[in-house]
């Protein structure tokens, strides 16, 4: 009884030892994810040991149209810990341009489980990621990162390598203008309308490689708290009611981060609007020139370059930046801790048009020109950024947007929305980082006018739905039935035409009434409740009429504007037969992932909501 027992350990041992010695001797190849072919995504492949995805070969005068000569080097950007590194990539052929259908995974993917949205904002408060071991950021500590001097300090040191890089010529000539073409993932001709002497280009080329060269070296370390993230907006003047509209909306969908509003200058501060109203809201104002004139700089800074220096300056390490009029429709926290932002640390949404950069761009910055089918141009209105793992992208862009009088020209040639929404993109291609733009492409949502069909707001799409669907070779961008995949849910909302700003919104009858006078909807269509999965105008109005009736006469702009909240009030009750007094639960609340709604949050009423802080 005991020699046979006694040999089955043997054997058993004998076994374990030899496995032993083949983990030990052979190793053990991990298992490599199957590489994407992703047009609207850029890889470092740096670290990675796997051969790169070969793309389809294109046939004929198409071969040539849409493969660069050649790829990046790549300048051994920061990575994030625990982050995959992707290889690069380029796109795929169109199933029309192979001429063949691709056929779909047979996975359908489904569209997520929805609860509702609270209806009146709760008490927020400030968060920081829940997986490090770094002290988390609360509003009021004293850290350098949330204090001037710190940011001052910053400056400084990175103040004198925007100088020693100034282009040291005019800004390029336009001989016409770039006009909006609609995106197309079909190759098509990239406009060239810009004219500059050979000299020029040379030194603009030699100040662009001077920059890269400083930040090679021993650049200025950007000033935040580790372990952090929050929201960045720009606003002021006028723009700052539209926010309080949109820092309401923002407070709806049950986020809780907090949120830095950065200013021009202190005439711009408003001292009730930043002391008491944003800080109820987890908001605090910061003032741009507090810190941009504490270094001498010879660019005047104003508009559209604001933005990056409000990233710079957020004291946070991953980032959010919403524009002052974009409303957030679901809670933005979930954003931080999915894919594509965890493993791209940058994450940009489409515009309408495809790009307009001007080949000369691509020669200054010693960079194949990517054929125009490889993604939409960019829509800044929403930005996602990890500054830890985006430092020199982030920088680059100040570079591009500090010298935009050139580089505003080269991006877009005259054509529609010029300014800072392609500096992001190019600036992460330039140093071979990692970014993600959402493929689904920008919706127009509008209503009638006496002209015809006006369009007032931009949807634009869940990133992490649009990354599942891309995963599995879907694409609404490229076939719009996708094998009857749904498209990612609305998740921002940008509304530009008219701004939502109480004082001047209702002076805008062509858009507030229809032709008979009476109030109508900003966003009309049989569909519209379908695909945000309830009334968000109604919900976005009674944040309007709030603002109105509760601030009103407390912005520095409404001084002297009277009976802005009757005018909100009878709007509200005209188009959607409410008077804005908010009930307990909405009639047709937004949609709301499921697992979402398991997060324990506070959900009292916010004391800035209490009727005692109503104007008079």
């Known amino acids: 009884m005991f020699l046979p027992r006694f040999q089955t350990k043997l054997l058993a041992l004998a076994i374990i030892v030899g496995l032993l010695y083949l983990l030990t001797t052979q190793g053990v190849t991990p298992r490599t994810p199957a590489t994407f072919s992703y047009p609207f995504s850029h890889h470092n492949a740096t670290s990675d040991p796997s051969p790169p995805l070969v793309p389809a070969t294109p046939s004929g005068d198409e071969k040539e149209a849409t493969e660069p000569e050649s790829k990046p080097q790549p300048l051994s950007p920061p990575k994030a810990p625990n982050t995959p590194v992707q290889q690069d990539s380029r796109p795929k052929e169109s199933n029309e341009a192979k001429g063949s259908q691709t056929a779909v995974p047979s996975t359908k993917i489904q569209a997520p489980q929805y609860t509702p949205l609270p209806i009146e904002p709760g ?9 490090t071991t770094k002290a988390a950021h609360v509003m009021n500590q004293t850290s350098k990162a949330n204090t001037t001097e710190g940011q001052i300090d910053f400056w400084k040191e990175f103040a004198p390598l925007l100088a020693s890089a100034v282009p040291d010529c005019p800004p390029p000539e336009r001989l016409g203008k770039a006009e909006a ?14 004219s500059m002497p050979d000299d020029d280009i040379a030194k603009m080329k030699a100040a662009h490689e001077k920059f890269l060269a400083g930040l090679h070296g021993k650049p200025a370390e950007l000033i935040y708290t580790p ?67 504490a270094a001498p700089h010879a660019v005047s800074i104003s508009h559209y370059q604001y933005k990056v220096f409000a990233m710079i300056f957020s004291s946070f390490e991953e980032v959010l930046f919403l ?13 931080f801790t999915s894919e594509p932002f965890t493993n791209h640390g940058l994450v940009t949404w489409p515009d309408y048009w495809a790009s307009s950069a001007s080949p000369m761009y691509y020669k200054i910055a010693g960079q194949p020109v990517p054929p125009l089918s490889i993604r939409q141009s960019t829509e800044s209105g929403e930005l996602l950024l990890n500054k830890n793992t985006h430092t020199k992208s982030l920088l680059l862009a100040t570079y591009y947007n500090y010298y935009g009088s050139h580089y505003y020209t080269l991006f877009s040639q005259g054509a529609a929305g010029e ?8 600036a992460a291609y330039a140093l071979n980082e990692t970014f993600y733009q959402v493929a689904e492409p920008v919706k127009a949502i509008g209503h009638a006018t006496s002209k015809g069909w006006h369009g007032s ?24 039935d996708a094998g009857g995949a749904s498209p990612p849910r609305p998740f921002f909302l940008h509304v530009n035409v008219p701004r939502l700003n109480p004082a001047k919104v209702f002076d805008h009858e062509e858009h507030t009434t229809n032709i008979k006078g009476e109030p109508q909807h900003l966003w009309q269509g049989d569909t519209i409740h379908a695909l945000f999965g309830g009334d968000v105008e109604k919900q976005v109005w009674e944040e309007v009429k709030w603002v109105s009736c509760e601030l009103e006469n407390k912005f520095e702009t409404w001084k002297d504007v009277k009976g802005l909240c009757d005018k909100a009030t009878k709007y509200l009750q005209g188009a959607f037969g409410s008077s804005g007094e908010q009930s307990k639960e909405p009639e047709k609340p937004l949609a709301k992932p499921a697992q979402e709604a398991s997060k324990t949050k506070e959900e009292a009423p916010h004391p800035f909501g209490a009727s005692s802080e109503k104007s008079t």
Not at 249 to 277: N, W
Not at 419 to 426: L, P, Q, V
Not at 458 to 478: A, C, K, S
């Open 181 to 194: 073409q609609p995106f197309n993932y079909k190759p098509t001709e990239r406009y060239d309308v810009l």
């Open 419 to 426: 300014g800072d929404k392609e500096t992001f993109i190019a």
């Open 227 to 293: 372990g952090t993230r929050g929201l960045v907006t720009t606003a002021g003047g006028s723009y700052l009611p539209v926010f309080a509209v949109s820092l309401r909306m923002l407070r709806r969908t049950g986020t809780t981060l907090p949120m830095e509003v950065f200013l021009a200058d202190q005439k711009e501060y408003e001292s009730y609007i930043c002391d008491h109203v944003f800080p109820k809201l987890n908001a605090r104002c910061v003032v741009l020139s507090d810190i941009l004139d």
């Open 457 to 480: 707001a931009m949807v634009q799409y869940d990133p992490m739905e649009d990354y599942n669907l891309t995963q599995h070779d879907i694409w609404h961008n490229r076939d719009k």
């Open 323 to 335: 524009d002052s009029d974009a409303f957030a429709l679901h809670d933005s926290d979930q954003l």
């Open 123 to 131: 008490i927020p408060k400030a968060t920081s990621r829940p997986d």
